[in-house]
């Protein structure tokens, strides 16, 4: 479920976030990903709505949805045919929310206890801590621009792994800014039918 590691890295996306800041509060986003190695035509939607701190909610085409709140993570995965059960993962958001990454980012674009910052002409490297890294299980991870170098033309997040998987290219498609998502949007109701596992 390499798509978790999405959570990781979307900043300098909106002219009203902060330039001290590497993502807004709160957001909708849209990605391609597309994983090194892989097929063309092979890249998959994924929509994110993250909101600070420890909200997340994580769709792919492929009827996966990811929520997690500061108590407790769901995973849910769609049946295939009708009448087959979906499957649902329940844990502990301590353990399996990925949300600490993007609540980190909110250090901004300073050095700090998780990371580093390099810049360059048409991109920014972020390195992560020893600490870090092997918690994030992501090395690095490295935004490349257009033309400027600013949020408006921020084109794609490449994320590098520490455990030999195939890094991950990130391809902004669209992100906005939000106030507040509802209070109840990171909670997920299981549908009829689900099978439910507990998460250790």
Do not use: H
């Not at 909101?51 to 849910?76: A, G, M």
């Amino acid at each position: 479920m390499r798509w978790f590691l999405v959570l990781i890295l979307t900043y300098f996306l909106l002219s009203t976030v902060d330039a001290a800041t590497l993502i807004p509060r709160a957001f909708k986003a849209d990605f391609i990903q597309q994983t090194e190695g892989r097929v063309s035509g092979k890249q998959e939607a994924i929509e994110l709505n993250y909101q600070f701190p420890s909200r997340i909610k994580l769709k792919t085409v492929s009827d996966v949805t990811y929520i997690c709140n500061e108590k407790k993570v769901w995973i849910y995965t769609a049946p295939f045919l009708d009448g087959e059960k979906g499957q649902l993962q329940i844990g502990e958001s301590s353990k399996y929310c990925y949300s600490k990454i993007f609540d980190a980012l909110q250090s901004g674009t300073k050095n700090n206890k998780l990371y580093t910052i390099e810049e360059k002409k048409l991109s920014t490297i972020i390195k992560f801590t020893k600490a870090a890294s092997e918690q994030l299980q992501v090395s690095q991870a490295v935004f490349s621009y257009d033309k400027q170098k600013n949020i408006k033309n921020l084109k794609e997040i490449l994320l590098v792994y520490n455990n030999g998987a195939p890094s991950l290219t990130l391809i902004l498609k669209k992100l906005n800014s939000v106030e507040k998502f509802p209070e109840n949007y990171f909670v997920f109701e299981a549908p009829k039918n689900t099978e439910t596992i507990k998460m250790k």
